[in-house]
């Protein structure tokens, strides 16, 4: 059983769970820290962890919210309470004494590790507040943020961003805010009610097997033949962007005809079967037996960028907008001439494209290897 009086770290309070077998009429559980007196930590049936300063004042016992766990780290919050320690020894009551508010830049250092604790889109945060919302709502009172500002930020990256920024913007300003309503830092969330932007149709998100082939073409007319070589493997596979660039050929076993993807979107690792098309491509890369990266970048030590603008010229050289069909599309395409050459089912192709739909994984979840290979050599059937 978890004592109840122990020094508090980091790794020790994660540690704390609130016990199932509980009974009923017990609502919380409350820890202390044996380095500083009165430092004590409430676990809630909920799960919820807070941080409390109890104190005698007069003769009086009392109690002072200092924050939850981890929105506050260990080290913080027991700086800050030996100096309300301080001011109880000298006779003053903390809950008396003016506290410097919490700025939303504070506020989001903690967030910044929330997120990379539990998001795998850490990294669009990190580069949002950094580049952004700190210059514009960084100096705000956390308390003071109204739902004007917010408006304000938005109309201001109207001037830069498309309307999908804007709302990704909004997205992740509304996803900080609810947190620290749910961590009694605020009351309500600001952002509640602002109206996204109305954002631009959808471009086109496929290709036919005669455009694929135009597509490979292009491709292989393009200067930059790494990034066109990553799109060429993309539409072949049906792989996303991220698992193309970030391919290594660690990974990579042309023998098994198999590319393991150790990271992925649903977190788990998969496997991409690799068609006659897509071996050669990897054959022929001239990156084989050189280094880490399937598809480096100008610095050998890092994956290629982005091959957008490589994607826009070979849409140009066959005659279509640069902006007819995104990165992502290869991915669509991949499945729409999958299914529309009349040879595998939609059930065959969610399999090859390893879809996390519960919905869809179930009907195809049971088929072998055998059949996902056969699947995705069907593209390359389709476009010859």
């Known amino acids: ?67 939850t766990f ?21 006779g003053q009551d903390p809950k008396q004494q003016t506290t410097t508010p919490v700025t939303f830049a504070d506020y989001a250092k903690d967030y910044l590790v929330f997120s990379q604790q539990t998001k795998r889109s850490y990294a669009d945060d990190a580069s ?4 952004w919302m700190l210059a514009a709502l960084g100096h705000y009172g956390l308390q003071d943020l109204k739902r004007k500002h917010v408006e304000a930020y938005l109309l201001g990256l109207r001037k830069t961003h498309s309307p ?28 509640t009610g602002v109206t996204r932007l109305k954002e631009a149709g959808p471009r086109q998100q496929t290709l036919s097997p ?11 007319q393009e200067p930059n033949q790494t990034a066109a070589a ?50 050669e491509l990897l054959r022929n890369l001239p990156s084989k037996d050189k280094g880490a ?36 599309g290869l991915r669509h395409a991949h499945a729409s001439i999958m299914v529309g050459s009349g040879r595998r089912t939609l059930a065959e192709a969610q399999h090859a494209l390893r879809h996390a739909s519960s919905h869809t994984t ?5 088929l072998s290897s055998q059949s996902a290979k056969a699947a995705v050599q069907s593209v390359d059937d389709a476009i010859e």
């Open 1 to 67: 059983m978890q004592p109840t009086r122990f020094r508090f770290t980091t790794a020790a309070l994660e540690r704390l769970q609130f016990p199932k077998d509980a009974p009923p009429q017990l609502k919380g559980l409350e820890f202390s820290d044996i380095e500083c007196p009165g430092l004590k930590l409430s676990v809630s049936r909920t799960g919820k962890k807070t941080f409390w300063l109890r104190y005698t004042l007069h003769s009086t016992k009392q109690a002072l919210r200092l924050g």
């Open 70 to 90: 981890p929105s506050l780290s260990v080290a913080d919050v027991r700086k800050n309470a030996w100096t309300l320690r301080t001011q109880v020894d000298q």
């Open 128 to 131: 949002k507040l950094k580049c």
């Open 164 to 191: 999908a920024s804007v709302n990704r913007h909004l997205t992740l300003l509304s996803a900080m805010l609810k947190r620290a309503v749910w961590l009694e830092l605020l009351e309500r969330n600001p952002c």
């Open 210 to 220: 005669q455009q694929a082939v135009q597509l490979l073409g292009a491709l292989a």
């Open 230 to 279: 990553a799109l060429a493997l993309i539409l072949y596979t049906g792989t996303r962007k991220q698992e193309c660039l970030q391919a290594r050929w660690e990974h990579v076993d042309l023998e098994r005809q198999v590319w393991t993807l150790p990271k992925t979107k649903s977190g788990k690792v998969q496997h991409v079967h690799l068609s006659k098309a897509a071996i």
């Open 293 to 328: 990266w399937l598809f480096p970048g100008q610095d050998p030590s890092k994956p290629l960028a982005d091959p957008r603008k490589v994607l826009a010229r070979a849409l140009q050289r066959m005659g279509m907008p640069a902006s007819a069909l995104c990165i992502h």
């Open 362 to 366: 179930q009907a195809y979840v049971h």
